[in-house]
């Protein structure tokens, strides 16, 4: 069965900084691996996956996710925070050899200081 | 292009009602996903069209929920009758069919809050 875990209820960071959000991974077969965030009172909006060949990937507002296979993880980081990017981050896995079927896990609140 | 869109935004129902909420995937996409996030946990799946029909509806929690999409366009989601445990934001998404396991992402509407009294 798919699952997806996000250990941190929330992560606060300075503006300026380096953030990661993780999450870890389940799936029998191959992962498709995607974020989300979501502002509030809105959808999910698309940031970034992984399908298949390099280990990092980039997405929109300059976000980045490093899949890592030994590990199960994929990582959403960025190198310098802005106070705009404070929302909710889903991380969320569907197994790409069979099924359409998304799984996200519980969401990160990430909150950047000024 | 017009994004996935949901009706209504909030609804508030007595526990025994019915709600019934409707869901208009983006134009052309085959893939309809019905999704329900209770306060603080994850994002749990319902069901899953392909077009009119039911691909997967492994989520549905019982009997109480009955999905429909017609005629492949728009979906609703009833719930008869409603219970407490039954509150929470139910999300639509949409996404194109590329083929195989498909790699498209999800396309979000911004949610229905339901709530149950």
């Known amino acids: 069965a798919q699952s997806v875990a996000q250990p941190e209820d929330q992560v606060n960071v300075a503006e300026g900084n380096p953030l990661t959000v993780k999450c870890t991974y389940s799936?029998?077969?191959?992962?498709?691996l995607f974020w989300y965030v979501q502002y509030p009172n809105r959808g999910l909006q698309f940031l970034l996956k992984?399908?298949?060949?390099?280990?990092l990937v980039k997405g929109s507002y300059g976000f980045e996710a490093e899949f890592n296979k030994s590990q199960t993880s994929f990582h959403l980081k960025k190198p310098s925070a802005l106070v705009s990017d404070s929302a909710l981050y889903f991380c969320?896995?569907?197994?790409?050899?069979?099924?359409?079927?998304?799984?996200f896990g519980a969401g990160t609140r990430l909150f950047v200081k000024a | 292009e017009a994004g996935v869109t949901q009706f209504p935004s909030h609804s508030v129902i007595e526990k025994g009602q019915t709600v019934t909420l409707r869901c208009d995937p983006i134009?052309?996409?085959?893939?309809l996903y019905w999704y329900r996030r209770v306060m603080g946990k994850e994002i749990k799946f319902l069901l899953h069209?392909?077009?009119?029909?039911?691909?997967?509806e492994s989520g549905m929690p019982n009997n109480r929920f009955l999905a429909e999409r017609t005629g492949g366009t728009y979906s609703t989601l009833k719930v008869q009758p409603a219970e407490l445990e039954d509150s929470g934001v139910y999300f639509c998404?949409?996404?194109?069919?590329?083929?195989?396991?498909?790699?498209?992402?999800?396309?979000f509407g911004n949610g229905t809050r339901l709530t149950v009294t």
């Open positions: 998404a949409s996404s194109t069919h590329t083929g195989g396991a498909g790699n498209s992402p999800l396309h």
């Open positions: 799936v029998s077969g191959n992962p498709y």
């Open positions: 992984y399908i298949t060949g390099d280990n």
């Open positions: 969320a896995v569907r197994d790409g050899t069979g099924g359409f079927k998304t799984i």
């Open positions: 134009s052309g996409h085959d893939n």
């Open positions: 069209f392909v077009k009119e029909s039911k691909q997967d």
